[in-house]
């Protein structure tokens, strides 16, 4: 089992910036894929941006150049650093932590919501 607490969201105008965290109860050195997810209303959660236990992360197209995604290991903790925010990053974003081989479970956290006015 893992729990994780996502902290950080809020309000934003469009081109700030904001850090989400995720504060895992297990080792994150442990866990194969620590990730962000995010759902707009009416839409299908999708990836954002994940890292791998050794350090190899990928993000999606839209958030390039702008979102960093970093962990922590001694505090168990995965950042989500965005900058230069749009209206469009408005969502709820989601930590989910990936655990196990060849088929891992997936946990999630209960979600921090980001809105960024124009």
């Known amino acids: 089992q893992v729990q994780l607490v996502e902290s950080g969201g809020g309000l934003v105008q469009a081109g700030g910036s904001l850090r989400l965290s995720c504060a895992s109860s297990r080792i994150i050195f442990s866990i194969n894929t620590m990730g962000w997810y995010r759902q707009a209303p009416g839409k299908a959660r999708e990836l954002v941006a994940r890292?791998?236990?050794?350090?190899?992360?990928n993000y999606a197209d839209s958030v390039k150049g702008r979102f960093t995604i970093s962990r922590d290991n001694a505090k168990n903790t995965v950042y989500l650093q965005m900058n230069s925010l749009k209206p469009e990053d408005t969502a709820v974003y989601y930590c989910n932590a990936a655990v196990g081989v060849p088929a891992p479970n997936n946990y999630w956290g209960q979600g921090t919501q980001v809105t960024v006015s124009s």
């Open positions: 890292i791998t236990s050794g350090g190899t992360t």
